[in-house]
């Protein structure tokens, strides 16, 4: 866990490095700093990712130390169960009793959750993995931000906007001195301290270059950099992880073999898994997860996605709605409902991992308006916010009329904060 207020180290464990925030100790690894006990720092996904001066931190702590106990008390009170509600079948009662106490439910039994059309019984199931999410990770909420540095993309994924498929499509790639201006700016006027670059698989780059805008972000800025640029080669990914990229995310799209080569035809699921055991070993924090409603996709499936996700030692799940984009394969096919995301994401909190970060998407907020709220109160605790320049975003048209794509970066961080604050929630990368 990591927060976006600095911490003040305690004492070191060999390369790890104990953190203080407010009498809450925390771990992180320390791969780029000289550091000696009293040093504040920055630390995310684990990793130390900026030391800075003791004055400006204490300035900080000053600000913050109030509201970091108000939040937890919002966050708490909101999070309370009331199981003894009227009305909830005996079945579905004693299965959420089991999973609330940390007990692991069978397939059977997190299938029926999947399976569930009653609003009033999948509203308790998303209220139990809100209170599973906040018995284990407290009141944290990751705000990475994301830039799409190219929509040039060789794949032809039958689901996706910027597939090779989409052909009148004008695309854009953002040189590296634009890139690093970009993650400037998202760094030092924003104050993000996690950064995702994601591009299509785009040949038009050299490792080299995007090697030496990471390390050039990673040097001068200190952020936690995530690199998302498909399937690239173990070369690359070494290279990349030397240059200072911390994180690797790529979903796997769907467990499901056979619906795999379905939608990305000519590719195979194993080469994708084995890529995201690749990155796991160098030391990247993997994001990964699948598509909800793809054509054909069974409750079965999803569940396998998300045992699958927590198999690959995933450290965010990303889960978000298929939604058909008319320029490919998948045009006229359906997009999911809104509950099929909530119980895919309130079941993953439920049978993952205690400290298993949980993404609400941009997808998921493109098919309901209300899905940030929703998702963070039925077991979700991160989101990612777009710093993509805004000339680019609507070319990076993965899907069509993707939400916030017309909304500048001080909005969406504004409106961002403001939701947290309502629900208690502390930004842990931004600020
Ligand atoms: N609907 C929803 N998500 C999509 N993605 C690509 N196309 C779509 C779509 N039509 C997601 C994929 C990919 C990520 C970058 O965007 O899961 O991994």
Same mark, same amino acid.
């Given at each position: 866990m990591c927060y976006a207020i600095p911490g003040r180290v305690t004492s070191f464990n060999q390369e790890t490095v104990i953190i203080d925030y407010f009498g809450e100790e925390k771990k992180a690894h320390?791969?780029?700093?000289?550091?000696?006990?009293g040093d504040y720092v920055y630390a995310q996904g684990?990793?130390?990712?900026?030391?800075?001066?003791?004055d400006e931190a204490l300035e900080i702590l000053s600000v913050w130390k109030e509201t970091f106990f108000d939040l937890q008390e919002i966050d708490l009170r909101l999070s309370r169960l009331n199981l003894e509600a009227q009305g909830i079948p005996r079945k579905t009662g004693l299965i959420l009793d089991k999973l609330c106490e940390?007990?692991?439910?069978?397939?059977?039994e997190l299938l029926y959750f999947l399976n569930l059309d009653d609003p009033f019984q999948i509203e308790l199931l998303g209220k139990s993995a809100n209170f599973v999410r906040q018995k284990n990770l407290k009141n944290s909420c990751c705000v990475h931000g994301i830039i799409e540095i190219s929509s040039h993309c060789s794949q032809r994924c039958s689901y996706c906007g910027i597939s090779a498929h989409h052909q009148s499509l004008s695309r854009y790639r953002m040189g590296c001195e634009e890139i690093y201006s970009v993650a400037f700016d998202a760094v030092e006027k924003y104050g993000f301290k996690a950064l995702v670059l994601q591009s299509g698989e785009d040949a038009g780059y050299q490792t080299e270059e995007l090697a030496g805008v990471i390390r050039k972000i990673r040097e001068e800025l200190?952020?936690?950099?995530? &690199?998302?640029?498909?399937? &690239?080669? &173990?070369d690359a990914l070494d290279e990349y992880y030397q240059a200072g990229a911390r994180g690797f995310l790529m979903r796997f799209e769907t467990s499901n073999p056979v619906l795999y080569e379905k939608v990305r035809p000519g590719n195979?699921?194993?080469t994708r898994l084995e890529l995201l055991r690749k990155a796991y070993e160098a030391g990247y924090l993997i994001?990964?997860?699948?598509?909800?409603?793809?054509?054909?996709q069974t409750p079965e499936d999803i569940l396998n996605d998300i045992h699958l996700a927590n198999e690959l030692k995933t450290e965010m799940l990303s889960f978000g709605p298929f939604i058909p984009h008319p320029s490919t394969p998948f045009a006229c096919e359906k997009k999911p409902l809104e509950t099929d995301v909530l119980k895919t994401l309130a079941v993953a909190r439920l049978c993952s991992d205690p400290e298993s970060k949980i993404l609400v998407t941009t997808g998921f907020e493109t098919l309901t308006p209300q899905a940030r709220k929703t998702g963070l109160m039925a077991g979700a605790n991160s989101v990612m916010l777009n710093v993509t320049p805004m000339q680019?975003?609507?070319?990076y048209c993965i899907y069509p009329h993707r939400a916030h794509e017309d909304e500048e970066i001080a909005f969406q961080i504004q409106e961002t904060i403001s939701l947290l604050k309502s629900l208690g929630r502390a930004p842990?990368?931004?600020g």
């Open positions: 320390n791969d780029f700093y000289e550091l000696k006990v684990g990793f130390v990712v900026k030391k800075i001066p003791p940390g007990r692991p439910a069978s397939k059977e200190g952020a936690l950099i995530f &690199i998302s640029f498909g399937e &690239i080669s &173990i195979h699921l194993e994001i990964t997860g699948a598509l909800i409603g793809l054509p054909g680019y975003r609507k070319k842990t990368d931004l």
